[in-house]
């Protein structure tokens, strides 16, 4: 009895102390993100589309990013609808490439990756989920943005890694992260409050990689055979968007 009375201690003051820097935590893996020069990823994530009728339906899709900063980033985008995508920044042009309608443009756009990334969702209007994460002000927006206080929930350990799991609310957004030891999320999961229906949008990241192999091939685009060179691809993204909102953009 001594013994698990210890171990229950030993817990919960364990718990109190991480729940006490749960917001340390989550800013601290901001930073890494945002200080890291290079990585890949695998993003596996889903989003609901409220109907008319109030049902929900889920859309998923998977991303696999490579990032060389300052100035480089390549996703390959698959959604569950078998739509293939392409997005890449080789520092001086952005390139968009459907697969499935074997059609590219080209934009030019000198600058940093995250200059890119703002234009690209900005002005051009292309979805780029979880795009502040990309960027290296992200710890900066989660320090202004955040609103209350970053909760601690528990020491999960039911997935491939163990993760610390905390909540925190942005003005419009509750979200919550999974952070395993080394600073990565794993998940996410964003509850848009004041959406209708209160859709969610969750991303399960694997494979992270900080020391990926990159050439100077990862950031070319060779247009597959038969591939037009199109002027703009913004009608087709301006016209799914009217067809469904998809969170976490």
């Known amino acids: 009895m001594k013994i698990l ?36 990823v695998s993003i596996h994530m889903g989003y609901d589309v409220v109907q008319e009728s109030g049902q929900k339906i889920e859309f998923s899709e998977i991303r696999k990013i490579t990032v ?99 909540v925190g609310q942005l003005e419009d957004v509750d979200y919550q992260v999974w952070i395993a030891e080394d600073l990565l999320p794993r998940r996410i999961v964003m509850t848009y409050k004041y959406a209708p229906g209160e859709p969610q949008f969750w991303a399960e990241f694997s494979d992270w990689n900080l020391k990926p192999k990159i050439s100077a091939k990862t950031f070319a685009f060779k247009p597959p055979k038969g591939a037009e060179k199109i002027q703009s691809m913004l009608p087709v993204i301006e016209s799914e968007a009217k067809s469904k909102t998809q969170g976490g953009s």
């Open 68 to 166: 060389d900063r300052p100035n480089h980033m390549r996703a390959y985008g698959e959604q569950s609808d078998g739509d293939k995508s392409q997005f890449i920044y080789d520092g001086k042009t952005i390139t968009l490439f459907s697969a499935t309608e074997n059609v590219y443009a080209i934009t030019d756009q000198p600058g940093d990756l995250d200059s890119a990334i703002r234009y690209a969702v900005g002005t051009m209007g292309i979805r780029i989920p979880l795009a502040r994460l990309l960027t290296t002000t992200f710890p900066e927006y989660l320090q202004k943005m955040t609103t209350g206080d970053v909760d601690y929930v528990e020491y999960n350990t039911l997935g491939a890694t163990p993760t610390d799991h905390i």
């Open 5 to 40: 009375s210890l171990i229950v201690v030993l817990c919960f003051i364990t718990g109190s102390a991480i729940a006490a820097d749960s917001k340390q935590l989550l800013f601290d893996m901001a930073k890494k993100l945002a200080e890291t020069k290079q990585f890949s």
